[in-house]
């Protein structure tokens, strides 16, 4: 072991390292743009993050910039931020103008990965009575989610709105009455709108309903939980959003809503 050799260990793994180690470590290397914190080596600065990943191989997003500063100091390199200095042993904080969120120096506390399952199950069409109104097919009054497929266009583009709602049957009692003089929802409003003007213009309307949702497996999730049914309601619209050749009504700043009926 080198006796001027500074011992370190960082992301599981140590080090010994001495100045000349450090400096030859940077050879045919160039100080990239310094974003906040520099260290001077041999009268040049450098970013210290950039030093740390060249004098241990690890990428960056595994140590911290705290981290870095310290181990440096230990060399006895000068560092600073901006155009200033760091006085030895002082950890100056940035400037409020100066101050900026770097995620990639916040220490990783968990990692989640959450998965979704739902089946869709056809209810039927939605059809406009004698006097104008939706008319929907027999629904449970139970928890769940619910689609509206206004089909295929000319254009080969296919039409969702994906809701939901603790009782699926007067949800949809709340659409067929949702006129402008009759319901202050807006969301029921536009999508009642929707819906008579694709059906008196000789449109069809699927309805589908699901009722059976999981999340990571864990068998049937309890869709009486608001934040159960908006997590699938969130899965079924960006997995629409994403798909090919399909159009969703859904607009993003209703899914953070809540409807007076739920």
């Known amino acids: 072991m080198n006796p001027d050799a500074v011992s370190f260990t960082l992301a599981g793994r140590s080090f010994d390292l001495s100045v000349d180690d450090v400096r030859r470590r940077l050879q045919e290397h160039h100080p990239e743009a310094i974003d ?17 990943a060249l004098l241990t191989g690890l990428p960056r997003t595994s140590f911290q910039s705290q981290n870095s500063r310290r181990l440096l ?11 200033k200095a760091l006085e030895p042993g002082v950890r100056q904080a940035p400037s409020s103008r100066s101050r900026r969120a770097i995620v990639a120096d ?13 089946t869709w199950r056809a209810a039927g069409q939605v059809v406009l009575d004698e006097a104008g109104f939706p008319q929907f097919p027999p629904l449970p009054a139970a928890p769940g989610l619910y689609r509206y497929d206004f089909g295929v266009d000319e254009e080969g583009t296919r039409t969702y709105y994906i809701g939901e709602s603790q009782d699926l049957a007067r949800r949809a009692r709340n659409y067929r009455g949702a006129k402008t003089d009759r319901s202050t929802q807006r969301t029921s409003r536009r999508i009642h709108l929707e819906v008579v003007n694709h059906l008196m213009m000789g449109g069809a ?26 997590l699938a309601e969130n899965a079924a619209v960006l997995s629409a959003q994403q798909a090919p050749r399909v159009r969703v009504l859904n607009i993003d700043s209703e899914l953070a809503a809540t409807e007076a009926d739920d």
Do not use: N
């Open 36 to 52: 906040q914190y520099w260290v001077e080596i041999d009268g040049v600065r450098w970013p210290v993050k950039q030093v740390m």
């Open 205 to 230: 309307i699927d309805f589908a309903i699901a009722t059976e949702v999981s999340i990571d497996g864990d068998g049937a999730a309890d869709l009486r939980l608001k934040s159960a049914r908006r």
């Open 106 to 118: 916040m220490p990783e506390l968990e990692h989640l990965s959450v998965a979704v399952a739902l």
């Open 73 to 83: 100091a230990k060399w006895g390199f000068a560092l600073g931020t901006g155009s």
